[in-house]
C-alpha cells in the first residue's frame, strides 16, 4: 500500500503522517523532500517567491523517485508530500513574477507528475478548512505567513477539485481522498479509504 499525503504547509500532513506510523507500524515513513535535501541535505532550498526551478525541481524528482522506489514492493509505505505538490509551490512563484520559475515550467512539471501517480494507491488531499483550522506553527522552519499559505492551498484546491492541469491519471490512478477534522478522524478517513482500496484488489 502506497499513500501520499499532500497540501500546503502547516495543515497537519507530517502529524496526519506521524500519527499513521504509530497506529500501523509495518509503515515506512518518507520523510518530506525539503527535509531529507535542504534542512537535512546538501541544498539551500527557499520558498514563497524566492524558489526557483532548481529548488522545486530537485524536491519534485527526489519525490518521484522514491515513488518509483516502491513501484514493485510489497512494502507498506506513507509519504510526507506528494509531487503534485511542487506544481502548487511552483504555480504560487510563478505566480509572483520573481525568479526563473514561470508559467511554461509550471507545465513542463505535469507530465512526470502525472506519470508518477500511477504509483500511488491514495493520494490523500489535506485542505485548510475554516470549519477545522490549524494554527502555524513557528518552528523556524516552516514560513509562517497566513497569505502564503493560504494562496497555495487555493493552487491545491484547483487541482484536486476543479481539474486544473489535468494532473491526475485517466487509468490506473490513486484514490483521492480529502482528510479534515480531529486527528483522529483524519485517520480513520484515511483507514476507510484504505480499506476500500484493499477490497478491489
Known sequence: M???????????????????VARH?????????????????PYEILFRDASTRLHNGIQMYYNISRIHRYGDSAEDVIFDRAPVDYIAYSQYTANQGRTDIDPAFVESMVPAVRESL???????????????PVAMEADGIRPVDHGYR?????????????????????????RLIELWGPSEQRLNQLQQAMDEVKSLK
Request: charged letters at 30%; zero cysteines; proline letters at 7%.
Open 2 to 20: 502506497r499513500i501520499a499525503i499532500s497540501g500546503s504547509h502547516s495543515l497537519g500532513k507530517s502529524t496526519v503522517v506521524n500519527d499513521w
Open 25 to 41: 507500524p509495518r509503515f515506512r515513513r518518507e520523510e518530506e523532500p525539503y527535509r531529507a535535501l535542504g534542512l537535512h541535505g
Open 118 to 132: 500511477d504509483h500511488l494507491d491514495i493520494l490523500a488531499f489535506v485542505p485548510k478548512s475554516d470549519a477545522w
Open 150 to 174: 493560504d494562496e497555495v492551498d487555493a493552487i491545491f484546491k484547483q487541482i484536486y477539485r476543479e481539474g486544473r492541469f489535468q494532473v491526475l491519471p485517466e487509468k490506473r490512478g490513486p
